[in-house]
């Protein structure tokens, strides 16, 4: 069964960056199948697919072009988790922030975190 | 990007009856379409992808259709526990997007 742990701060001031951790059980952050994705939830936007990262040999990253210049997804192995940071928040980054695992491009996102909203005020 | 547009945007229904859902994508997604369903407060659960495989343990009663721009969602007899949002996701081409949303009420 694939569990996926989310931590990170609730509330972040507008400028800064925010933060995510989401750990990884019951599967590998380096396997050879699956990928790991970061989706943001807003009333103003619905939800949103940030983006993602797979191990085939080596790393690929694959970014939403409207949040690619502040946004880095990091894979630890030594944890088995991947990270999302987003730099120059600004209040409509107010979000709940969910990992989620997809199988490729035949099965999409399965597993799910429990999410994490995330409030940038100041 | 592509957009998702669902309809309706809301919907109120009876326990038993069927219900469908359409969701049309502004260009072609071949079958690389998936649904979820929502509650409040919780992730939304994946129940269906490529356009009409049932995810793992998700019951029968769900069904998807389609291919290219046009897709359904189908609960053929609905139950109080299927009051929830749906919302349908192409995972076609970068970057992946989802539809607006469909609530679906108690009536």
């Known amino acids: 069964q694939v569990q996926l742990q989310q931590s990170g701060p609730g509330l972040v001031k507008p400028s800064q960056t925010l933060s995510l951790t989401c750990a990884i059980s019951?599967?590998?952050?380096?396997?050879?199948?699956?990928?790991w994705n970061w989706i943001r939830q807003s009333p103003s936007r619905g939800l949103e697919w940030l983006g993602r990262t797979y191990y085939r040999s080596k790393w690929y990253f694959d970014y939403a072009v409207s949040v690619k210049s502040r946004m880095t997804i990091n894979p630890d192995t030594s944890k088995n988790q991947f990270s999302l940071q987003v730099k120059f928040l600004t209040p409509e980054d107010t979000a709940v922030y969910y990992c989620?695992?997809?199988?490729?491009?035949?099965?999409?996102?399965?597993?799910w975190g429990q999410g994490t909203l995330v409030t940038v005020s100041s | 990007d592509i957009q998702m547009t669902q309809s309706p945007s809301s919907l109120s229904a009876s326990v038993g009856d069927r219900v469908t859902i359409t969701c049309r994508a502004s260009?072609?997604?071949?079958?690389?379409l998936a649904w979820f369903q929502q509650k409040p407060g919780k992730a939304p659960k994946s129940l269906i992808y490529a356009a009409s495989n049932l995810q793992s343990g998700v019951p029968s009663k769900f069904s998807g259709s389609g291919s290219g721009t046009d897709f359904t969602l189908t609960i053929s007899s609905l139950q109080p526990e299927d009051f929830a949002t749906y919302y349908c996701?192409?995972?076609?081409?970068?970057?992946?997007?989802f539809g607006q949303g469909t609530k679906v009420e108690i009536k």
């Open positions: 260009q072609g997604v071949s079958n690389y």
């Open positions: 989620a695992r997809d199988l490729g491009v035949i099965y999409s996102l399965d597993y």
């Open positions: 996701q192409q995972y076609s081409i970068y970057p992946w997007t």
């Open positions: 019951g599967d590998s952050v380096s396997s050879n199948s699956a990928a």
